[in-house]
């Protein structure tokens, strides 16, 4: 069975420092990862999946396949970042297995 | 608003009703998924439909529970006897299938379901 864990609930940060947000994950077959965010009042949408490898919104997560993670980072945060963050792995039939979600605070 | 939607945004029911949900997904998505979602949790899967087909269903579906996609296009959820565990969001979400690489599943505001 395929698990994910976020293990922190809250992050609290302050503009400009930097922020990493942790996701574990456990599937035996070969992963696919996702982080979906959800703003404030906005419905949930996808960030970035690992495969693609691309930088959004200045967000970055490399798969370590070896530590089973895939840990969602910006170096400089902003205001703009405080919503609620879900990691997420595909599973057979396109279905997603979520994380307990993190909620990112962004102090100005 | 081309996006997934969903009704009723907001259902308050009491214990043993039944109720029932609408998902209509982006125009053309072959796939439409429920998940359950309760406070301080992630989604949870709780089924899927490919086209009116219904090709899996979590063990989080009680008999309770029933999905239908009747023409491939809406898809209604229903719950019988409603309990107050019953309480929480439901999302909908869709995509398409002939999107080579593409997984993104694109979410509904989802239904929030009291049960006093």
């Known amino acids: 069975a395929q698990r994910v864990t976020q293990p922190e609930k809250l992050l609290s940060v302050f503009k400009g420092a930097p922020v990493e947000l942790k996701c574990n994950y456990s599937?035996?077959?070969?992963?696919?990862l996702f982080w979906y965010v959800q703003y404030s009042r906005q419905r949930l949408q996808l960030l970035l999946r690992?495969?693609s490898r691309e930088s959004i919104k200045g967000f970055t997560a490399d798969l370590n396949k070896g530590e089973t993670s895939f840990h969602l980072k910006k170096p400089f945060a902003q205001e703009e970042d405080s919503a609620m963050y879900y990691c997420?792995?595909?599973?057979?039939?396109?279905?997603?297995?979520f994380g307990g979600g993190t909620r990112v605070l962004v102090k100005p | 608003d081309t996006g997934v939607s969903q009704n009723p945004r907001h259902k308050i029911t009491k214990r043993g009703q039944n109720v029932t949900f609408r998902c209509d997904p982006i125009?053309?998505?072959?796939?439409l998924y429920w998940y359950r979602q309760t406070l301080g949790q992630g989604p949870e899967f709780l089924t899927y439909?490919?086209?009116?087909?219904?090709?899996?269903k979590s063990r989080l579906l009680s008999d309770r529970f029933s999905a239908e996609r009747p023409k491939g296009s809406f898809s209604t959820l229903e719950i019988q006897r409603t309990e107050q565990g019953d309480s929480a969001m439901y999302l909908c979400?869709?995509?398409?299938?002939?999107?080579?690489?593409?997984?993104?599943?694109?979410f509904g505001p989802g239904t929030r379901l009291t049960v006093t």
């Open positions: 979400a869709s995509r398409s299938l002939g999107q080579s690489g593409n997984y993104e599943q694109y």
């Open positions: 599937y035996s077959g070969s992963p696919e």
């Open positions: 690992h495969i």
């Open positions: 997420a792995l595909k599973a057979a039939g396109n279905k997603l297995t």
């Open positions: 125009s053309e998505h072959n796939r």
């Open positions: 439909f490919q086209n009116e087909a219904q090709l899996e």
